[in-house]
């Protein structure tokens, strides 16, 4: 593949991973029982899964959403912060949900679909810990009866983030699929069925 055809397939993904960080703009978490609806889990399994480049698969979405996550604070906060209480553990879940991504080799439904799964799981299991985290759920001790309260607390939030993992997956990794089939600048592997 020439390097004009990477720089061109590189630039389709990073415009879908902006537009797709652009929907974190519209505010639903104003809409009762919508909070965590958000593409963040599925921008980072798409980077993961279509960067060939292990830094830009890691690199591009993480940054994408801590640019977004900028504008979100300023939005709702009036002030610019670079970062908030527990936002290393996000990203590190975050960056585990590139990982996951990257362990797409097939995309199809079920792969996609586990990726999702797996991806809430591991936010949910990491950003409701109580050790680690600093003052995002200061309801709750630091025990195990805590964590698991923070854990059944969080069920409603990690159900959203779960929908929005499965329906902005099928949004950017079927619609780049189907782009794909269209656009042979966009395909990766030049090898023909026979």
């Known amino acids: 593949m020439s390097l004009q055809k ?8 990073i415009l879908m991973i902006i537009a797709a960080a652009a929907t974190r703009l519209i505010n639903v978490n104003h809409l009762a029982g ?25 690199l591009i979405p993480l940054v994408t ?5 900028i504008v979100l604070d300023y939005i709702y906060f009036g002030k610019f912060m670079l970062f908030y ?3 290393l ?3 590190i879940c975050y960056a585990l949900m590139v990982l996951i991504g990257s362990y797409i080799k097939k995309v199809n439904v079920p792969n996609v679909v586990l ?3 797996v991806s809430v799981l591991i936010h949910w299991l990491i950003t409701d810990e ?11 001790p630091k025990s195990f009866y805590g ?7 969080a069920i409603p939030y990690e159900k959203n983030m779960l929908l929005g993992n499965l329906i902005f997956s099928a949004i950017l990794f079927g619609g780049f699929e189907l782009a794909k089939r269209r656009y042979t600048f966009l395909r990766t592997d030049k090898k023909i069925a026979i």
């Open 6 to 13: 990477i720089n061109l397939r590189n630039s389709v993904l």
């Open 34 to 58: 919508w909070a965590n609806f958000t593409p963040v889990g599925a921008i980072a399994l798409f980077g993961g899964a279509y960067f060939s480049d292990k830094w830009k698969a890691y």
């Open 65 to 69: 959403l801590f640019i977004s996550d």
């Open 85 to 87: 209480d527990d936002a």
């Open 89 to 91: 553990m996000v990203y």
């Open 115 to 117: 990726g999702a799964l």
């Open 130 to 140: 109580p050790w680690l985290r600093g003052t995002l759920f200061p309801l709750y």
């Open 147 to 153: 964590y698991g309260e923070a854990l059944v607390a």
